[in-house]
């Protein structure tokens, strides 16, 4: 019997909110509303409980995840939360400053709302880019560039670090992409690029994505062949598994895992790390809001689509 590596991830009820994509196969919009409060004299009266004698707020569990649009509070998919003494789970860099986070960084956060508000205090963030690596092309006529094996689409929305359009890249550069996954694997939609100028571990590449087609030493992660041989696992407690694993150990499929390694000439990734424990928590009766591109599933299910790697149910709306 294979033993299997956990996936850390549960399911709750999903509300897509703000949804983009170029060539979507499937574009739906649908909004999180949100009723506020007011208190007995028509002021907006959030904060405070009891007449604002300071008692404790009655709060909702809550899980966001999408690009992050303001900072200080964080803003995502609609919510607002503050980050004070809270960290972040950031790339294989482990836990950081909530304040190292960026517009455009992609993050999955859970928190406690204030009752019938989107706004709230957050409890864990995990921010994580989609690619970090050599440019291997570019395309300024469609605003394209290959990087890792992984296609990216920049439009005017993708906050540019370091450099100030598509014409300025150059195969060999390095580039770091946070973004979201589109409909077919190996794409990315880019909402913040960072054009690398440091030279630490030039060689050194990640990805982030859904691990299929698993093996004992290989998987597939977001288009792009792994091999695990000589990797180190990394569980979300910490612990380290070092190679090689025990017999017959893989990680489970359809676990999301960032991997860091190595590029050969075909195109592959010798996986000299694997984090897993990334997928976002999301108790059971969160409130859920998710900022992402909708694509049909595959199969294709009546009434169901898919935003990354969460199912959405979308027959009630």
């Known amino acids: 019997m294979k033993n299997y590596l956990p996936t850390f991830m549960t399911r709750s009820q999903c509300l897509p909110s703000r949804l983009h994509e170029a060539n979507a196969v499937l574009i739906i919009s649908c909004f999180l509303l949100v009723f506020m409060l007011a208190s007995c004299d028509g002021g907006a009266d959030t ?21 992050v649009t303001g900072i200080s509070p964080l803003g995502v998919a609609g919510t607002s939360l503050d980050t004070v003494n809270v960290n972040a789970l950031l ?12 517009l455009g960084m992609t993050v999955d956060a859970t928190a406690d709302l204030f009752t019938g508000t989107t706004e709230g205090k957050a409890k864990i963030i995990v921010a994580q880019s989609a690619v970090r690596g050599p440019i291997t092309a570019v395309d300024s006529a469609t605003q394209r560039i290959t990087a890792v094996g992984i296609v990216t689409q920049i439009d005017q929305n993708t906050i540019l670090e370091n450099f ?13 992409v946070y973004g979201l996954q589109q409909a077919k694997a190996g794409r990315i939609q880019a909402t913040r690029a960072t054009l690398l100028k440091d030279a630490a571990a030039p060689d050194t590449v990640e990805v982030l994505g859904i691990a299929t087609n698993t093996t004992s030493t290989t998987s597939v992660v977001n288009g792009v062949t792994i091999t695990s041989t000589s990797a180190q ?32 000439s ?52």
């Open 233 to 264: 696992v990394v569980l979300p407690n910490g612990v380290s598994l070092s190679a090689p694993l025990p017999p017959n150990t893989v990680i489970a499929a359809n676990t999301r895992v960032r991997i860091v390694g190595t590029l050969n």
């Open 91 to 102: 790339n294989a860099a482990g836990t950081r400053p909530s304040t190292e986070i960026r």
């Open 164 to 176: 100030p359009s598509v014409t300025a890249l150059k195969p060999g550069d390095r580039i770091e």
């Open 47 to 67: 904060k405070v409980g009891n007449g604002g004698t300071g008692s404790p707020v009655p709060s909702d569990a809550a899980a966001s995840s999408g690009p």
């Open 266 to 317: 075909a195109g592959d990734i010798a996986a000299t790390q694997i984090i897993v424990g990334l997928s976002p928590t999301r108790d059971v009766g969160a409130i859920v809001s998710i900022d992402g591109i909708v694509g049909i599933m595959t199969p294709p299910v009546a009434g169901m689509v898919q935003i990354g790697e969460d199912k959405i149910d979308i027959s009630g709306l």
